[in-house]
């Protein structure tokens, strides 16, 4: 349906801004009068001075901001405390102490604050790669633009699986069908129209504006932009849902873990303070003590750990063709187990070529070929397709389509039925140069042969042949239209059966290979698709796949309760639609398994969403590249195979330094409380407490750049804090044996006085609990049967050696330390050597006792609707900083998207 609109000059003045609900309820004459448009667009010139003015068409910035990195540092309670009690302390007479104290602070945080932006620049450099695109007429032309770009005023055009990039008063719409859950929550696509609403329609019914973030689900149309960024529907919705992102699996860990360290913080710390209280040692000392033992064991430099781990991965990911949306979302890739995935390009080459036409008895003809061009949804630019259906821009580039250009000049279409999902059908209704009305329909093939009458015993043994050899078929019919002038979908009856378009969509050479890499990885590869159950069931079997039990759409739909079994069975679910695949997915997610989905159609997008890894190409659909958190640059089942990999990898990285801070950081936290029972001093100052763990963590920042063992990535993995617990009461008490044997040492071998003490302890805690890495780094026997990389051997070498001369060093003696005698620098290497031999013998019994499998995944604590509105939010985003939008509705209108 089509309104017709006047031309008019465009206005040299900013344009009235409208909301969705007035633009609604005015003819598409006046919106574009009030906009200063027509149906040609605005010109280039205007579209440029309108962006200045407006600003982007955005509701995030994903800019990397110095201070809210900076705020991430200083907002742990333990670290303000630390500094207001060392505030306090130089009130009372240790200004020295307290600017010691401080200037470690600083240069801790500084070194968090230095890797979390690092990471930050990283993930907005990869954000900017991802692009999101869309046609507008811009002086009559039509051309691609960013989404971000477009301004009031602009004419867009939507097409089938098209994100709606902005709210658009419309202007024509062929059976335009829009899905707007996203906004009303609403299951149903909404039907649109060009023809004005009443005023005061409520949101969910606006038939004639196609609001932003909401998804073409059928049909075509074109609009006028009436709102842009925080000013649309969507843009209100998404600004009040704030920044904030979903958490994700990896994250939730994280928080786990965090916690467990703060209680047990908590106990002890509270325990050392009301040891040295209760012994009258000064309150002010005792505070800075306790707290400074909780700044030890608190990760605090976890978040940089994580950021710089996942940073590298995600550099090395995108060198290997992926790219994440969000860093943390690549911890999940590698919790991958269960991979659903289409086939067409997946396990097979995507590039489908036209084989030939066949007549209803399977015979060679011509006639089939040429209603399939006439029915046929290709855009077309000079001859060639320029996009379309990949079925159709195949037959129309085939070298058989050639010879039938001059028969294609007697007919005109008068009329499209646009194919969708549901129907599995596309029709057109089109007139020879005899005056001649005919309805061509084309399609998969068993929805319509049951559309036709009297389809003979033979077509239906020519199509079983087709399909058992492998081939993609389309199907084609016709009725006679005398008279008729419109197409719907109820015209889809009593069709006469003209024959077969045969289609080959070979095998991928190098996904047999790929399959079994990921087999290796132990992921279960599973299809879901549309294709016929022979075909994908054939060309799994070809790949070496096997196909087991082949369920169909209806079998999803009769299983009930059984479905878990059905999926535990099936390895290809064909003809399956939208809502099977999405069905499919979640039941499988319920069995607690991590799940992925790999797809790049329209109808692909509830499964995205459903999966807790949704998994697109970058020349997916606009619906199925907004709603996956990775997208590769390439559809190949081994680039994912890297994916996983590098998942896990950081995944076994970032659990190498949450084991050695927990069960290091626990035992000189135990050492610490036990010492303050029978020292008549502190064991060790708090400025040396914090520089020792200064040291330590940066040290622990070349644990990114580690390699791991291959059985640490050939499984997923999942977080387990009950183990990480276990794993930190088993070793911490080992750490704290030897930090009683270096007591006894200091005390009765040295006669050590509180300084040469502390610079005892200092060095032999430092020492064990940074050269432990590499006994903790592996369950094999370090160095012989496993070897850590390069910069973390020498970061640990230089920070014990650090640690070493400290002591004797200008710096040491402010910091209140003493030189230590040779001999203690030889019971040193004895001790660590007795400790890592130690730790050894405790790998092998901690790791025979605790062989179990891992708990199953709890689910996610935020609505569908809400992730839904983050991840379609994200395709609206700018690296400028954005105003505050006013989100306050009005009725009448609302000023132009600003930012600054």
């Known amino acids: 349906m089509t309104v017709a609109v006047p031309s008019r000059r465009q206005s040299p003045v900013s344009p009235s801004p409208l909301t969705a609900a007035a633009a609604a309820a005015r003819t598409a ?20 001075r309108r962006l200045q003015a407006a600003g982007p068409n955005a509701v995030r910035s994903h800019r990397a901001r110095l201070l809210p990195v900076l705020a991430r540092q200083l907002r742990s309670p333990l670290l303000a405390l630390l500094a207001a009690t060392a505030v306090a302390s130089a009130f009372v007479g240790q200004a020295s102490d307290a600017a010691i104290i401080a200037t470690i602070l600083a240069a801790s945080v500084g070194l968090g604050f230095a890797n979390e932006y690092k990471a930050e620049k990283t993930a907005e450099a990869l954000h900017s790669s991802v692009r999101h695109r869309c046609v507008v007429l811009r002086g009559g032309h039509p051309r691609t633009t960013d989404v971000t770009e477009l301004v009031p ?6 097409q089938l699986g098209q994100v709606v990039p902005a709210d658009l008063r419309l202007l024509a719409a062929t059976g335009l069908e829009c899905d707007e859950s996203v906004l009303t929550g609403e299951s149903l696509p909404a039907e649109k129209n060009p023809a004005p609403v009443p005023a005061g329609t409520p949101l969910a019914e606006l038939a004639s504006c196609a609001l932003m973030g909401t998804v073409v689900r059928a049909g075509s149309g074109t609009g006028v932009v009436v709102a842009t960024g925080g000013q649309a529907e969507f843009g209100r919705i998404a600004l009040g849902l704030g920044q904030r992102q979903p958490e994700t699996e990896f994250q939730v860990g994280l928080r786990k873990f965090s916690m467990l360290l703060v209680q047990v913080a908590g106990v002890l710390t509270t325990a050392i303070f009301i040891i040295n209280v209760t012994l009258h040692r000064p309150v002010i000392d005792a505070l800075l003590f306790s707290l400074a033992i909780a700044v030890g064991i608190s990760p605090q430099l976890l978040p940089a750990v994580v950021s710089t781990s996942l940073a590298a991965g995600a550099r090395q990911l995108a060198r290997r063709k992926v790219l994440v949306k969000r860093l943390v979302c690549i911890e999940d890739l590698g919790n991958v187990a269960v991979l659903f995935t289409d086939k067409t390009g997946t396990l097979t080459e995507g590039s489908l070529r036209f084989m030939r036409s066949a007549a209803p008895d399977g015979t060679a003809a011509d006639e089939p070929l040429l209603l399939g061009l006439l029915c046929n949804e290709a855009v077309t630019e000079d001859g060639r397709a320029a996009g379309g259906n990949p079925l159709d821009v195949a037959l129309w580039d085939s070298p058989a389509a050639t010879g039938q250009r001059a028969a294609l000049g007697r007919y005109r279409r008068l009329a499209t039925m646009p194919f969708d999902h549901e129907r599995r059908l596309v029709s057109v209704l089109t007139e020879d140069d005899q005056g001649s009305r005919m309805v061509i329909t084309k399609g998969a093939p068993e929805g319509l042969l049951e559309r036709c009458a009297d389809v003979p015993d033979s077509a239906r043994t020519a199509l079983e042949a087709e399909f058992a050899a492998g081939n993609r078929v389309i199907a084609v019919a016709t009725r006679d ?15 006469r059966f003209r024959g077969l378009l045969v289609f080959l969509d070979p095998p991928k050479p190098d996904a047999r290979a790929a399959l079994r890499r990921l087999a290796g990885l132990g992921i279960t590869v599973k299809v879901l698709t549309g294709d016929n159950p022979a ?110 990999m590098g998942g896990r990898r950081i995944f076994a990285n970032t659990i190498k330094y949450v084991l050695m801070g927990t069960s290091s950081n626990f035992g000189n936290m135990f050492s610490a409380a036990g010492a303050s029972l029978f020292l008549t001093f502190l064991p060790m100052l708090p400025s040396q407490i914090l520089l020792n763990n200064l040291l330590y963590d940066t040290s622990q920042l070349a644990i990114p750049t580690d390699d791991v063992d291959p059985e640490q990535v050939d499984r997923p993995t999942r977080w387990d804090v009950g183990f990480i617990r276990r794993f930190m009461l088993f070793f911490g008490p080992v750490s704290s044996v030897f930090d009683f044997i270096t007591f006894g040492v200091m005390l009765w071998g ?39 990389s390069v910069p973390l051997l020498l970061a640990a070498l230089a920070v014990v050696t650090v640690g070493a001369v400290l002591p004797a060093s200008p710096f040491g003696r402010m910091l209140g330390f003493r030189p230590l005698p040779g001999l203690f620098f030889a019971a040193l290497v004895l001790m660590v050597v007795a400790y890592l031999l130690l730790i050894e013998f405790g790998k092998y019994w901690f790791y025979r006792a605790s062989r179990k499998p891992a708990p199953a995944a709890a689910p996610r604590p935020v609505s569908a609707r809400g992730r839904r509105v983050h991840r379609r939010a994200a395709r609206f985003t700018t690296h400028q900083r954005l105003r505050r939008y006013d989100t306050r509705r009005s009725t009448s209108g609302t000023s132009p998207a600003n930012s600054q």
């Open 29 to 48: 004459a006046d919106v574009l009068g009030r906009l200063g448009s027509d149906p040609s667009g605005i010109s280039e010139d205007e579209a440029r």
């Open 153 to 158: 005023g602009d004419v867009v055009d939507l």
């Open 481 to 495: 239209a005398p008279g008729q002038s419109s197409l719907t979908a109820a015209d889809e009856h009593d069709l």
């Open 535 to 644: 075909v994908a069931a054939k060309a799994c079997a070809d790949l070496g796949l096997p196909p087991g039990q082949v369920a169909t759409g209806a079998d999803i739909d009769n299983a009930g309760d059984g479905l878990g079994d059905l999926i535990a069975a099936t390895t290809v679910f064909a003809r399956v639609s939208p809502k099977h695949k999405a069905q499919v997915i979640r039941a499988q997610r319920r069995a607690g398994t991590d799940v992925a989905f790999l797809g790049d159609g329209v109808n692909d997008a509830i499964a995205l969403h459903a999966a807790d890894v949704g998994i697109s190409v970058d020349s997916a659909t606009d619906v199925a590249k907004d709603a996956a958190a990775v997208l590769l640059l390439e559809k190949d089942l081994d680039v994912l195979a890297d994916g996983v």
């Open 750 to 788: 040295f006669h050590a006085g509180p300084a040469l003490f502390r610079s005892g302890w200092f060095v032999e805690s430092l020492a064990t609990q940074t050269l432990v890495i590499f006994a903790i780094r592996t369950r094999r026997v370090p160095f012989f049967r496993s070897r850590p």
